[in-house]
Every structure is written in C-alpha cells, then in structure tokens.
C-alpha cells in the first residue's frame, strides 16, 4: 500500500503535466522581431531605447520594478528616447511599449547597476 501512493500520484502529476503541454500553441518560425532595442543594458545612470523603423508615433514607454510599481511614464516617444536612472535603484526594471489604445506591442526588462 505504501509503494502504490507515490506511484499513483506519480501517474496523475505526468498526465496533467502532458495535459498542460498539449494546450500550448505552435512556436513561430524564425526569430522573434522587436519593436525597439535598448542599450546600455546593464545600465547605470542612463538607458536609452532605439525604436524600430515604420513604427507609428504616439508611443508609450512606461517602465516598472520588478514588484510592479510604475517608476516612469514616457508618452509621444521619439526614434531615440534616453531616460535618466537617478530615481532607480539596483536591480531588474520592466518596460512596456504601448499604442494609443494601451496595447502592449513590446516588453521586456533591463538591469540598473550602480
């Protein structure tokens, strides 16, 4: 009785795991395009973000902590957009790229060191 427990608990772990896996989506061919790309990354009193050409204007850049708490909202971003780290503390900071409807068409995170 003891040995047919952890088996048996073993065998409904692996099909809902299998089950979980099987809902999942294709992955996409090729690489994965950015809408921008930022440098320099770790940063340290600057961060600068480069937005991909033919993207429209009106674009937010807001970026977050990694507890969720809005440090900064940038709205009308140009091209080029340098935001100043002095209100950042050291650690991993989240941004999101959004249209004027609040769409999110781009995220990822950066790294403040100081």
């Known amino acids: ?14 099909a809902t795991q299998l089950k979980a896996q099987e809902n999942r989506g294709p992955l996409p061919d090729g690489p994965v395009v950015t809408a921008l790309s930022l440098y320099p990354n770790p940063a340290s ?26 440090m900064i909202e940038t709205p009308n971003v140009n091209e080029k957009t340098t935001l100043t780290l002095t209100d950042f503390n050291r650690g991993v900071y989240i941004y999101h790229l959004t249209d004027l409807s609040g769409k999110v068409i781009d995220t990822g995170k950066f790294q403040v060191s100081r």
């Open 45 to 70: 009193s600057y961060i600068t973000f480069d937005l991909k050409k033919g993207y429209q204007k009106g674009l937010t850049i807001t970026v977050f902590n990694f507890l969720g708490k809005k």
């Open 1 to 14: 009785m003891k040995r047919i427990l952890p088996i048996l608990s073993f065998i409904v772990l692996t």
